[in-house]
């Protein structure tokens, strides 16, 4: 008895739970009654509920009742609609008792409409041609790849993340480039050559490709958002699909637009598609699609080759799109030059304390929740250590550690004003020249702050600074941007934080002597040393309006392994772990450790 009892009460918890989940995220209402729609709730597209499996689940005679199937994009949610009551009320029982999965089934008064449109307008220039090829061509085009052939790492290699194979030249993913005076002896194989030569008669290229990539995915597989260098390649860039369909992204500032490549078909990047926007496959087992009847569906992977042919450039690049061309933009591929420490510090001055100075206030209402590798490294110092924040803000790493005397140091007197009123010990100070005695401090932290210094000697000389006054055996964790935010075909928290609204198009034009390239807010960082905007709104006097100010802070961007050579020119300390944390690179110090 007290069993059925349990599992009643469990049954209308779990009636509730679902009940008030479909009211509030789809203002669905729930019925007690037998009608012809049920909902199957923690069973959709977020937990690999696709069609196929739907009709696999069901026995035949249910399946031939069923009106309709409706998946809900981003949902955990289904919506199955039968011929009648009697039918739909066979289909709920037989659903809550299927033992693999753990469905809860629902009556429901009506099936929400669900908004079924993914074919967003492609970007411009992008040309998809489906079937392109004929099923014998592609099995010739397969069969015509020799992976095993390919040992060679100048020809074909094994990435963590696909099969790959180069003809012609190497595509170096490092730069997505080539080096033209370093030719392959495997040239494209002939079988392309019939499919070459109708891309040239139907004028969809006028020139013979001399390159091609043919990359394997296995489900699960992908590639990172990309551009193909403009300066190595002539446009288009044209990439054929075999095998199966895929889901490719591509992206511009905060605008995505997922495109279906379907098997056999042809996809030409030409203009502003080519030029502008990255392109990549994120790595999953399925993709969400639009099924033959128009709704969503998901759709499992299966192998993919695809086979991109390019032609090299062999000069500069003049595409109308200066602004993203590594050509026109020449100050995107040289290292920042200052002639003296007096220029890097009016960089510094002007771009990094000036502008902190006007933002604090907003800055420290987005800087609140410590990192969490940071606050574990904090946590782990002895009971009565000296930790200094070199570089404090207004705090956020400051009163971590109750057992230990933690002291701050900025420039910008607005976020220590913010420090002060939070009881912390702190004080005005570059990081260039911090005011203690040698070996008189426990530990140093120094969170997101060297990469605002413009010289590989000013870095250097604060990361010697922390070394100088730390004690023998102390610690320092030390925290920079890094130029790649994505890393294991994962984004950064950075990029991650992209609110997906459209680019307004205009770069923004800062008031400077120096010239820089600006950077677009959540987007991959494509320079070394670049401006960062950051938008102040201000409320405007008897109107509700707000007006914008935009400050330009000045960032170093650190490439892998640029942070650990800095630091091994320090003397007198050793670096006991390196690593990437959300878009950081990140190392921790020891003062006079053996290297052995």
Partial sequence: MDQKISFKTKLARKSKKYTNIL??????????????????????????????????????????????????????VTFLSCRDTNS???????????????????????????STKRDLEPPTGLVLIKNFVTEEEEKVWLESINWDAASDLDQGQTLKHRRVRHFGFQFEYGTNNVNPDKPLKEKIPESCRPVIDRMIDR????????????????????????????????????????????????????????????????????????????????????????????????VERKRRTSFTFRSLLRKP???????????????SEEPLQLNCDKAASKLENLHVHQVYEEIA?????????????????????????????????????????????????DMSQHLLKICRDRQFEVFVSNCLHVPFRDNSIDCCISIAVIHHLSTEDRRLKAISEMVRV?????????????????????????????NNKPSE???FAPSTPFSLPVHSNRTQFCHSDLL????????????????????????????????????????????????YDQGNWCVVLKKGASKF
Avoid at 566 to 572: E, H, L, M
């Fill in 505 to 507: 198009g205009k770069p």
């Fill in 203 to 298: 004028k969809l290229i006028s020139w013979t490709p001399d390159q091609l990539t043919v990359n394997q995915y296995e489900p699960g597989q992908g590639i990172p958002p990309h551009i193909d260098t403009h300066s190595a390649f002539k446009d288009p860039i044209i990439s054929l699909s075999l095998e199966s369909e895929v889901v490719m992204e591509f992206r511009r500032n905060e605008k995505l637009i997922p495109l279906v490549l379907p098997r056999r078909s042809l996809l030409l990047m030409c203009g502003e598609s080519r030029y502008c926007w990255t392109h990549g496959i994120t790595p999953r087992k399925s993709d969400v699609t639009n099924g033959p009847d128009g709704k969503l569906t998901l």
């Fill in 23 to 76: 009211k509030q995220k789809h203002n669905i209402d729930t019925s007690e009654c037998a009608t012809k729609s049920v909902a199957i709730c923690n069973g959709g597209l977020t937990t690999g509920l696709s069609r196929e499996k739907i009709m696999d689940i069901l026995p035949e005679q249910l399946n031939t009742r069923l009106e309709s199937i409706d998946f809900v994009e981003n949902s955990s």
């Fill in 361 to 409: 206030n907003h800055f420290s209402e987005t800087r609140h929740k410590p990192w969490p590798n940071v606050l574990t490294f904090v946590e782990a110092q002895s009971p009565g250590s000296i930790i200094l924040d070199v570089g404090c803000g207004n705090g956020k790493y400051m009163g971590l550690n109750q057992k230990s005397f933690q002291i701050g140091c």
């Fill in 470 to 498: 730390l004690r023998p055996g102390g610690e320092a964790l030390i925290y920079v941007w890094a130029k790649n935010q994505f890393k294991d075909q994962q984004k950064s928290s950075y990029l991650k934080q992209s």
């Fill in 88 to 114: 739909a009320i066979q289909l709920k029982e037989f659903l809550n008792n299927y033992q693999l999965c753990d469905f809860f089934v629902l009556f429901v008064k009506e099936v929400p409409v669900i």
């Fill in 532 to 579: 960062v905007p950051w938008k102040l709104k201000h409320k405007q006097q008897k109107t509700d309006d707000k007006e914008e100010e935009v400050y330009f802070r000045y960032y170093h961007m650190f490439d892998e392994g640029e942070l650990e050579l800095v630091c091994s020119r320090v003397t007198d300390v050793h670096i006991q772990r390196s690593f």
């Fill in 317 to 331: 690049c003049s595409c109308p799109f200066p602004l993203h061309c590594d050509s026109q933009n020449q100050i």
